[in-house]
């Protein structure tokens, strides 16, 4: 592939997944600066392994293949918890809270710290398929596992989340 085609597939790429990298990013390491850096090295990693000239079938596969790595990266270093984190955290909302009850707000935080807690075979998928509007076919490819795996993992996630919230099914 020529140069130009190369760059212009790394920009189109970025162009269309920066911004779910970094909400797939900031959910699981809930620090924008962090969340930013690791989408900056996820890109830095994707372009060196589009100019080794290897083939990509799935470009957004590899993408959120090298973000869960360098999360994992990151989560294994020792990281000390300062006040400015818990404040960036305390406001931060996925969702827009303008129209909704203040209760809702804390419920949400609760629910991003439960979901934290889960094993990752579970949260990843979770969070892909409610934070992130995918399918059950793309997580699937995304995670390189089968689409039943994916549906029984989500299905399993929910019934610990539901556990820990206490609420009936």
């Given at each position: 592939?020529?140069?130009?085609?190369?760059q212009s597939h790394y920009m189109d790429a970025?162009?269309?997944?920066?911004?779910?990298?970094?909400?797939?990013?900031?959910?699981?390491?809930?620090?924008?600066d962090v969340a930013k850096d690791l989408v900056?090295?996820?890109?830095?990693?994707?372009w060196t392994y589009i100019t080794q000239d290897k083939d990509i079938e799935n470009i957004q596969a590899l993408l959120y293949r090298i973000a869960h790595n360098a999360i994992i990266d990151f989560s294994r270093k020792k990281r000390s918890i300062s006040l400015e984190w818990l404040h960036e955290f305390a406001q931060y909302d996925p969702v827009d809270t303008t129209t909704q009850h203040p209760h809702d707000a804390v419920l949400q935080s609760e629910a991003l710290v439960a979901i934290e807690k889960l094993d990752e075979k579970y949260r990843d998928p979770i969070i892909l398929r409610y934070m992130e509007d995918?399918?059950?076919?793309?997580?699937?490819?995304?995670?390189?596992e089968s689409e039943n795996t994916i549906s029984v993992r989500i299905h399993r996630g929910l019934q610990k989340l539901k556990a820990h919230f206490i609420i009936e099914p």
């Open positions: 592939m020529e140069k130009n085609d190369m970025y162009n269309r997944y920066a911004d779910a990298l970094f909400r797939y990013c900031i959910v699981r390491v809930r620090n924008r900056q090295e996820t890109f830095l990693k994707a995918k399918t059950i076919g793309e997580i699937a490819s995304l995670l390189g």
